[in-house]
């Protein structure tokens, strides 16, 4: 389970960089294809729910980022985990409201929603592992 959350190249002892999260990996991937579905949203959007979902896709990896370089305070790096998960949710949310509103800017919003909440599953046992075995 734990070695799911890691690059699969990637053994939890030689992790030396952000990069080599599985978590981050899949969040920066998953943000760049938010930011180009969020630029098809009306005009009128574009600021408002298209804005609020950029920046929660944004939030997912860059929590990451943030938390890795406190990893040194394993409740700093837990906190930011913490926000990078709730910001999943939140970018799971906005993307079921543009779904809604309007069906045609995804192609298999399905698909799109359901690699979110993979990813906020392995966010979730990350956290779960970095609080039962974070040394620091």
Same mark, same amino acid.
């Given at each position: 389970m734990i070695q799911s959350i890691f690059s699969t190249s990637q053994k939890i002892k030689d992790m030396s960089s952000y990069k080599d999260l599985e978590i981050y990996t899949m969040g920066l991937e998953l943000f760049y294809k938010a930011h180009g579905a969020s630029l098809k949203l009306p005009k009128h959007e574009m600021y408002e729910l298209g804005s609020q979902f950029r920046r929660s896709a944004?939030?997912?990896?860059?929590? !990451? =980022?943030?938390?890795?370089?406190?990893?040194?305070?394993?409740?700093?790096?837990?906190?930011f985990l913490t926000y990078s998960y709730a910001s999943c949710l939140e970018t799971v949310f906005h993307?079921?409201? !543009? =779904?809604?509103l309007y069906p045609k800017i995804f192609d298999n919003e399905q698909e799109f929603i359901d690699k979110y909440h993979e990813l906020s599953a392995k966010i979730y046992n990350f956290i779960k592992y970095v609080e039962q075995n974070w040394k620091t």
């Open positions: 944004d939030a997912v990896a860059t929590n !990451i =980022v943030e938390g890795y370089g406190r990893k040194r305070y394993k409740a700093d790096f837990i906190k993307l079921q409201k !543009i =779904v809604t």
